[in-house]
């Protein structure tokens, strides 16, 4: 798959592609070709600029429209194929992790990095396939989510995460992921002992599959439940699980 990013600031992406588990996504071998779009190189004009006032007045600047047209069609024509043109909103869709697997079982798509006010209304109309956002708060550009957004597809490639991991990340079915725990088998802290519960030094597979179960039940019933809503609603929960969560009195 493919992925084009254009964007004001590349050099905020080299780093991402060198680190972490995830780089082996980008590099040789790696399931992902990412390519950077430096937006000021389709710019018209000596000072290179992608900005100008809004009209009707107002604070900040809006991007251009043209220099983004340019900078598109060049994409495109790079990837020989229509491909999904993606921009960064607020006012966008929330990125989840039923789009992350669209994505990730996709051709890719053109990352949009928007700054200032905004962008040029008019290219967003005719251009941009999708608008997705992170949540309700407001960042300074589109290259945070771009990177979110990679990197969350970049754990799903092949050889990028020891299998099953990504299997048992919170919202694979639709819950939280339950709590974890790691040596040493009992932990002191502000003078308590804290102990791994028993059933995870077992060995009993079964009893441990259970356990994680309702762990992550009872979590994601507390915290999220529309997510226990969504998936009693789409015949994902069994009867054990319904009588678990009966239990709780939530």
Not at 42 to 51: P, Q, S
Not at 92 to 105: C, I, K, T
Not at 111 to 117: D, F, H, V
Request: proline share 8%; net charge negative; charged share 25%.
């Amino acid at each position: 798959m493919r992925f084009d990013v254009v964007t004001l600031f590349p050099e905020l992406f080299t780093p991402h592609l060198e680190s972490g588990v995830t780089r082996r996504a980008f590099g040789p071998g790696g399931g992902i070709d990412l390519k950077l779009w430096p937006l000021r190189d389709f710019a018209d004009d000596a000072y290179r600029r992608v900005d100008d006032r809004p009209y009707g007045g107002g604070p900040g600047m809006v991007m251009l429209a043209e220099p983004l047209l340019r900078a598109l069609d060049a994409v495109q024509a790079a990837r020989g194929a229509p491909a999904p043109v993606v921009h960064f909103t607020p006012t966008g869709r929330r990125l989840d992790q039923a789009l992350v697997n669209e994505f990730a079982a996709g051709p890719g798509a053109v990352l949009l990095c928007g700054r200032y006010e905004g962008i040029d209304q008019r290219f967003i109309d005719r251009r941009v396939t999708h608008e997705l956002s992170l949540g309700d708060f407001v960042l300074s550009g589109g290259e945070l989510p771009a990177l979110v957004l990679l990197d969350a597809v970049a754990r799903l490639q092949d050889g990028v995460l020891n299998a099953p991991s990504h299997q048992q990340d919170s919202f694979s079915d639709g819950l939280l992921e339950g709590p974890a725990y790691s040596r040493p088998e009992r932990l002191a802290v502000d003078g308590e002992e804290l102990a791994v519960p028993p059933v995870l030094l077992s060995g009993h597979h079964g009893e441990i599959a259970r356990w994680r179960r309702e762990r992550s039940l009872e979590l994601t019933a507390r915290r999220r439940p529309d997510l226990i809503a969504a998936a009693r609603a789409a015949g994902r929960l069994s009867k054990p699980d319904e009588k678990f969560l009966a239990g709780l009195g939530l």
